[in-house]
């Protein structure tokens, strides 16, 4: 009883202290507690060294699942912190939300670099497939810094496509295997960008370029579901080699 009676003034304790600092207890509890919320977080990391100069990370993930609520982050993070160094990181992520009534979607790409003659390439690109959603949040967002760099540039790109289907239906093998085609020519486009300049002219060549993929994958997609994309947002950052 004295057991119990512990962890009951524990617990309430744990609540006191998260609402008097504004924090819903129920978003505070791990994701085992909340059998209706599925997080699905996918990300690529790429940090390369002295020792190991050029570092090449790549994620590439499909799933499915029918919980209620369904919080999906995809995530590119590529940092070159020593001279002549290479960080290139891919995500791709891919997910049927069957039974989601609530969805929030979150796609990121990252670069950063703090060296001398080094490059960093992210690209993220996220495509989240909802069956009669009551509410959708998404968020798609790239960041590309150069923080006391020389001769280094800097890109990151992020692609979401949000898909609100009114019958069950999936991509097709040969959509799939387009989808991951594009991806590489997407992570391509997005490391040769960074690899030769960042230049205000090539960005913009970048992100008509990547739109033009994007339109593609938008065209396969509604195809195969039958339905219209709610969402497709492209963001492209990068830096020039003379931006500090």
């Known amino acids: 009883m004295r057991r119990l009676?512990?962890?009951?003034?524990v617990c309430v304790?744990?609540?006191t202290v998260l609402a008097v600092a504004g924090v819903a207890v129920g978003d505070?509890?791990?994701?085992?507690a909340h059998p209706s919320l599925r997080l699905v977080k996918d990300s690529s990391y790429a940090r390369p060294t002295v020792r190991h100069p050029v570092d090449r990370e790549?994620?590439?993930r499909m799933r499915e699942t029918s919980a209620p609520r369904v919080r999906a982050s995809a995530r590119a993070v590529a940092r070159s912190g020593c001279d002549g160094c290479t960080a290139e990181a891919v995500t791709l992520q891919v997910l049927y939300a069957s039974g989601a009534r609530q969805v929030v979607a979150n796609n990121v790409a990252r670069a950063s670099s703090s060296c001398t003659g080094c490059r960093s390439a992210a690209l993220s690109v996220q495509i989240v497939v909802a069956l009669h959603p009551e509410q959708v949040r998404a968020v798609n967002a790239s960041e590309a810094v150069n923080v006391s760099c020389a001769s280094?540039?800097?890109?990151?790109?992020?692609?979401?496509?949000?898909?609100?289907?009114?019958?069950r239906r999936e991509l097709s093998a040969m959509t799939r295997d387009v989808i991951e085609q594009i991806r590489t020519q997407m992570a391509m486009l997005v490391?040769?960008?960074?690899e030769t300049a960042g230049s205000p002219?090539?960005?913009?060549?970048?992100?008509?370029?990547?739109?033009?993929?994007g339109a593609r994958l938008e065209e396969l997609i509604e195809r195969d579901l039958g339905a219209k994309v709610?969402?497709?947002?492209?963001?492209?950052?990068?830096?020039?080699?003379?931006e500090p």
Do not use: G, N
């Not at 490391?191 to 960074?194: E, K, M, N, P, W």
């Not at 002219?201 to 739109?211: D, F, I, K, P």
């Not at 709610?230 to 003379?242: F, S």
């Open 5 to 9: 009676a512990v962890r009951r003034a």
């Open 13 to 15: 304790l744990v609540a």
């Open 28 to 32: 505070a509890l791990p994701a085992e």
């Open 58 to 60: 790549r994620r590439d």
């Open 152 to 167: 280094c540039t800097t890109t990151a790109a992020a692609y979401q496509f949000v898909v609100a289907a009114d019958s």
């Open 191 to 194: 490391a040769d960008h960074a």
């Open 201 to 213: 002219q090539l960005t913009v060549r970048l992100r008509a370029s990547l739109a033009r993929k």
């Open 230 to 242: 709610a969402k497709r947002e492209l963001d492209v950052r990068a830096t020039d080699p003379a």
